[in-house]
């Protein structure tokens, strides 16, 4: 919080708060959750000295269940970094998403070779709808084992481990025609 040790002994904790008002509701959760379970924990926002915001995850207990006037311990977490990656990774699963439902070629993701996410367009490509391709062994796509088996020897290392490749190969549509496709 940008503050020592000194600055914060006898201080009354509403410095840390930007307002009174979120000081006392906090304050209030806090005796109801103690007197319900002997023990509170919320998030909240603390100010630095600097006026820097803070996230924070706060836990309370009293010292003494029977006399709250003995005091309290709390810990303190702080969670700014960890929230801004968390919005971070968000977004970027956005953008990703948003990128896979538009792109004007079939995409999908296999997990150990069953299918787990195919977009619009490589279901149009074979024919085929979401729900159908998906949970779905990688064998769908091909025509005979051997294919399927080239394709897993191509990008999947001794230990089943994906491995960046590229290959043309042939696919089979719901209806099927066989298509030619550069995976």
Same mark, same amino acid.
């Given at each position: 919080?940008?503050?020592?040790?000194?600055?914060?002994?006898? /201080? #009354?904790?509403?410095?840390?708060?930007?307002? *009174?008002?979120?000081?006392?509701?906090?304050?209030?959760?806090?005796?109801?959750?103690?007197a319900?379970?002997?023990?509170?924990? *919320?998030e909240? !926002?603390?100010?630095?000295?600097?006026g820097?915001?803070?996230?924070?995850?706060?836990n309370?207990? $009293?010292?003494?269940?029977n006399? /709250? #006037? !003995?005091?309290?311990?709390?810990v303190?977490?702080?969670m700014?970094?960890?929230?801004r #990656?968390q !919005?971070?990774?968000? @977004?970027? @699963?956005?953008r990703?998403?948003?990128?896979?439902?538009s792109?004007p070629?079939?995409?999908?993701?296999d997990?150990?070779?069953?299918?787990?996410?195919? *977009?619009?367009?490589?279901c149009?490509?074979?024919?085929?709808d /979401?729900?159908?391709?998906?949970?779905?062994?990688?064998?769908v796509f091909?025509?005979n084992?051997e294919?399927? @088996?080239?394709i897993?020897?191509?990008?999947y290392?001794?230990?089943?481990e994906p491995? $960046?490749a590229s290959?043309?190969?042939?696919?089979?549509?719901?209806?099927?025609?066989i298509?030619?496709?550069?995976?």
């Amino acid at each position: 919080v940008g503050r020592s040790a000194e600055e914060l002994r006898g /201080q #009354s904790s509403r410095i840390l708060y930007f307002s *009174n008002q979120v000081w006392e509701e906090l304050g209030e959760k806090f005796t109801k959750d103690i007197a319900e379970r002997g023990w509170s924990s *919320n998030e909240t !926002k603390w100010k630095t000295k600097d006026g820097e915001e803070l996230d924070i995850l706060l836990n309370i207990a $009293p010292l003494d269940v029977n006399d /709250q #006037s !003995k005091g309290v311990t709390f810990v303190a977490l702080d969670m700014t970094e960890m929230k801004r #990656s968390q !919005k971070a990774a968000r @977004e970027h @699963e956005i953008r990703l998403r948003r990128i896979f439902e538009s792109a004007p070629v079939g995409i999908g993701f296999d997990v150990d070779r069953v299918i787990y996410d195919v *977009n619009d367009e490589l279901c149009q490509m074979l024919g085929r709808d /979401q729900g159908e391709l998906a949970g779905q062994d990688c064998r769908v796509f091909y025509d005979n084992d051997e294919e399927y @088996e080239r394709i897993g020897r191509l990008f999947y290392d001794e230990h089943g481990e994906p491995v $960046p490749a590229s290959t043309e190969t042939k696919f089979v549509t719901k209806d099927g025609r066989i298509i030619d496709v550069l995976l």
